[in-house]
C-alpha cells in the first residue's frame, strides 16, 4: 500500500530539519517503509483539500489506503505498532518507550516551543528582555532532569526506541539557541540519533526539497 505525507513546500527552516514531516520521514525510514510527498504551500494548507486530511491545516500528514492520520505523535506510533523496529516486544518495555514518546511531546517539547516562540514572535514587546531568560531556564530545568536521567546510557530505555525518535526530534529544536549544548551527554544523545542513518535518509530527504531549484519557466 503506497504512503504519502505531506510537507512544506518550502520549510521556513530552509531544510535544517526541523519542520516535523522529518520525524515521520525517519519513522518511515526507521521501520524500512518506502513513502512518497505531497509538498504543500502554506496557502494550500488552509484550503479545504488539506483541512479534510488535517483539521488544524498543518503539516506532515499521513494516508495509507482509506487512513488518513494527522499529529506526528500519532503518525509515528502507528507506524511502530504495524511495524517492527521501534518498539520493543517486551509488554513492559513497549509500555515505557510509548511513555517517552508522550514524555517529549508533552513534557520537553512544550517549553521548548515557548522558548522559540518568545525569541521569534515577541522580540518587540516591551517586556521581551524580561520574559525570555525566565522562559528558557524552564527549558534548562527540563533538561536537565532529562540528563540525569538518561545518564550515561546510549537510549532512554534500552534499545533505540520510538521514544528515542521523538525525544531527539524535540531536543534538536533546543540546538539553535545554544540551550541544548549546555548539557554535553544531551547534545552527544542528540548526535547518535542523528548519526542513525535512518535519520541521515530522512534528513537528506528534505533537504534535497527545500534546496531545489524552483521551476524557471
Ligand atoms: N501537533 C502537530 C504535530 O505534531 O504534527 C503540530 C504540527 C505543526 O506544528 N506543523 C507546522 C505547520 O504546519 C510545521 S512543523 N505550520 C504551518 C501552520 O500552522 O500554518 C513546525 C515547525 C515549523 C517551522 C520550523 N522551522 O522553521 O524551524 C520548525 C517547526
Same mark, same amino acid.
Given at each position: 500500500m503506497t504512503v504519502t505525507i505531506t &510537507?512544506?513546500?518550502?520549510?521556513?527552516?530552509?531544510? *535544517?530539519? #526541523?519542520?516535523?514531516?522529518?520525524?515521520?520521514?525517519?519513522? !518511515?525510514?526507521?521501520?524500512? /517503509?518506502?513513502?512518497?510527498?505531497?509538498?504543500?504551500?502554506?496557502?494550500?494548507?488552509k484550503e479545504p483539500a488539506h483541512l479534510s486530511l488535517h483539521p488544524f491545516g498543518q503539516i506532515p500528514t499521513y494516508e495509507e489506503g482509506e487512513l488518513a492520520l494527522f499529529e506526528t505523535g500519532s503518525i509515528?506510533?502507528? !507506524?511502530?505498532?504495524?511495524?517492527?523496529?521501534? #518498539?520493543? /516486544?517486551?509488554?513492559?518495555?513497549?509500555?515505557?518507550?510509548i511513555t517517552w514518546m508522550f514524555a517529549a511531546l508533552s513534557t520537553i517539547e512544550p517549553p521548548i516551543l515557548e522558548f522559540t516562540?518568545? *525569541? #521569534?514572535?515577541?522580540?518587540? *514587546?516591551?517586556?521581551? &528582555?524580561?520574559? !525570555?531568560?525566565?522562559? &528558557?531556564?524552564?527549558?534548562?530545568?527540563? !533538561?536537565?532532569?532529562?540528563?540525569a536521567r538518561l545518564g550515561d546510557a546510549e537510549w532512554l530505555d534500552g534499545a533505540f526506541s520510538a521514544g528515542d525518535l521523538m525525544m531527539v526530534s524535540v531536543l534538536l529544536r533546543a540546538r539553535p539557541?545554544?540551550?541544548?549544548?549546555?548539557?554535553?551527554? #544531551?547534545?552527544?544523545?542528540?548526535?547518535?540519533?542523528?548519526?542513525?542513518?535512518?535519520? /541521515?535518509?530522512?534528513?537528506?530527504? /528534505?533537504?534535497?526539497v527545500n534546496t531545489a531549484k524552483p521551476a524557471t519557466d
Open positions: &510537507a512544506f513546500e518550502r520549510s521556513p527552516d530552509g531544510g *535544517k530539519g #526541523l519542520a516535523r514531516d522529518t520525524r515521520v520521514r525517519w519513522a !518511515l525510514e526507521e521501520v524500512g /517503509q518506502p513513502y512518497e510527498v505531497r509538498l504543500v504551500s502554506f496557502r494550500a494548507m509515528v506510533f502507528h !507506524l511502530a505498532e504495524r511495524r517492527p523496529g521501534l #518498539l520493543p /516486544q517486551d509488554a513492559n518495555a513497549r509500555a515505557r518507550a516562540n518568545a *525569541k #521569534l514572535l515577541e522580540a518587540d *514587546k516591551p517586556w521581551h &528582555a524580561e520574559r !525570555l531568560p525566565i522562559v &528558557a531556564d524552564r527549558v534548562r530545568d527540563r !533538561l536537565r532532569l532529562l540528563s539557541s545554544g540551550i541544548l549544548n549546555e548539557f554535553p551527554s #544531551l547534545a552527544a544523545y542528540v548526535a547518535r540519533g542523528e548519526a542513525r542513518p535512518a535519520y /541521515q535518509r530522512a534528513f537528506a530527504a /528534505q533537504l534535497a
